[in-house]
């Protein structure tokens, strides 16, 4: 991390992330819609979610109002470990509870959790 970056630049970062991360997943699961039907968008735009909704926390957790710069890489590192209980949890919820298509469901995370690694890649050179 760059010494020119401000802490409201890494807020504002983190939280453009699950924004980007979603309009990916819209994307994703417009292609399920085309080539698959509906049971495949819906079950895309659900793993895009669950990702979503992780990058989400992470952001609220590393951005937290009541904390200082100086603990800013312990948040992020209980960020990420927020992150992977929320979908975790939120994986068990969807393959137990719901008939969702497992490959579309496992494509829609995996390409916005792809798109949350590069943006923090290439946002904090």
């Known amino acids: 991390m760059s010494a020119e970056l401000s802490f409201k630049d890494i807020k504002k970062t983190v939280f453009k992330i699950p924004v980007y991360q979603?309009?990916?997943?819209?994307?994703i699961a417009a292609m399920f819609y085309v080539w698959q039907g509906e049971q495949a968008t819906?079950?895309?735009?659900?793993?895009?979610?669950?990702?979503t909704?992780?990058?989400?926390?992470?952001a609220l957790i590393v951005a937290w109002p009541f904390g200082d710069k100086q603990t800013?890489?312990?948040?992020?590192?209980?960020?990420?470990?927020m992150k992977f209980v929320i979908i975790g949890l939120l994986f068990y919820l969807a393959i137990t509870n719901?008939?969702?298509q497992?490959?579309?469901l496992l494509i829609g995370f995996i390409a916005t959790l792809l798109a949350f690694w590069v943006a923090l890649l290439t946002s904090f050179k």
């Open 42 to 51: 819906r079950s895309a735009l659900t793993g895009a979610m669950i990702s």
């Open 102 to 104: 497992l490959m579309p």
């Open 72 to 81: 800013l890489v312990g948040r992020m590192f209980k960020g990420e470990i």
């Open 22 to 27: 979603m309009l990916i997943g819209i994307l």
């Open 53 to 58: 909704l992780g990058s989400l926390v992470f």
């Open 98 to 100: 719901y008939s969702f």
